[in-house]
């Protein structure tokens, strides 16, 4: 099946810190999606790209849809503590089809 | 955003024993459900769609007669784990959404099963 290999696993930073994760695929993803995940709650959309080339921003967050459409990275800006959590990259081929997720990125905010 | 509940948010079972995961979107009509599994420190693996008023697509891997999934409501998909048993054991979570094209789908808040 299909596979999303996203990193880094784990980030260890500073607070104020710029951080940015990415994800790639073997094969093509017509919709990529970030999501951020808390221990024991259900991941909640962050930014959605459906356009390759598209790049979007949502406050600090800003993502792109990788032009060949088999990558996308998140980048977050000036990180603050509540940054912290587990962030997933998302593909979906078509728009009635489920997710495939990345591993995931760990993000653990020093302060 | 619009809302999808799942109840409920923990559940422990013994070894055998059936249980019966609800799924709601409470203010849409879910054209679609999904349901993922997600083991400890782990990422969300697709179980299975379901589409309301017919039967469920299952992913490779995933026994159809083990994982009962039913989308009888365009609000309401419940997904039981028949005879249960320690490796079951995980963090069960459904999304929905409303239509097919480029629509957000709405993730529930999860189930944690312990089979014990």
């Known amino acids: 099946g299909q596979q999303l290999n996203q990193s880094p696993q784990s980030m260890f930073i500073q607070e104020g810190e710029d951080v940015s994760m990415n994800c790639t695929s073997s094969s093509i993803f017509n919709t990529w999606l970030w999501y951020k995940q808390d221990p024991g709650e259900g991941p909640v959309l962050l930014i959605a790209?459906?356009?390759?080339?598209e790049l979007t921003s949502n406050g600090r967050l800003t993502a792109q849809f990788g032009i060949t459409r088999k990558d996308s990275f998140l980048n977050i800006s000036a990180s603050i503590p509540s940054d912290v959590g587990i962030y997933f990259c998302a593909g979906q081929v078509g728009g009635a089809d489920g997710l495939t997720f990345g591993k995931g990125t760990h993000l653990i905010i020093q302060p | 955003g619009a809302v999808v509940s799942q109840h409920p948010s923990r559940v422990i079972c013994k070894s055998g024993t059936s249980v019966k995961i609800e799924c709601r979107s409470l203010?849409?009509?879910?054209?679609?459900m999904f349901w993922y599994r997600q083991f400890p420190k782990q990422s969300l693996m697709l179980m299975a769609t379901s589409n309301e008023g017919s039967k469920a697509t299952y992913e490779q891997g995933v026994e159809k007669d083990k994982f009962l999934i039913n989308h009888a409501s365009l609000t309401l998909s419940t997904l039981t784990v028949t005879s249960a048993h320690p490796e079951d054991s995980s963090f069960y979570i459904c999304?929905?959404?409303?239509?097919?094209?480029?629509?957000?789908?709405?993730f529930g808040q999860g189930t944690r099963l312990t089979v014990v």
């Open positions: 203010d849409f009509q879910a054209t679609t």
């Open positions: 999304s929905a959404k409303e239509g097919t094209l480029n629509t957000e789908a709405f």
């Open positions: 790209l459906y356009k390759a080339g």
